[in-house]
């Protein structure tokens, strides 16, 4: 399981909104090895006076947070990373510098999906990998 948030400034976020959630979830399926037909994202265009970053980034600064099940190695993860970077640079033309991404990682008996605990769901993808 994935839900994946991203942040960014209104101007800049609404206009790439699709493609930017088309390479997130190609990343996530190679990396993860998610069915295609699972896509949770939730976009957060923010007004710019309302979303403060470091000097250096652009106005095209975005973050990308990622909760996810535990299981998944560190190889796995530092995949998704890495192909985030890189296809979100080639597709979107969004500098690695305007990019941060977290992963959060909580069991999945915190989670509650489809009126169960998450340990209780039968999935039909593997999350330890």
Known sequence: MTQIKIYGVR???NPVKEELSEVIHSCVVEAFGLPVDKKFHRFFPMNR???YFP???TDRYTVIEISIFEGRTVEAKKQLIRLL???IQHALH???RDVEITIFETPQHNWGIRGLPGDELTLGYQVNI
């Open 11 to 13: 101007e800049r976020l």
């Open 94 to 96: 969004i500098s690695s």
């Open 49 to 51: 006076e309302d979303f």
């Open 55 to 57: 000097e250096g980034r």
């Open 85 to 87: 970077f890189e296809r």
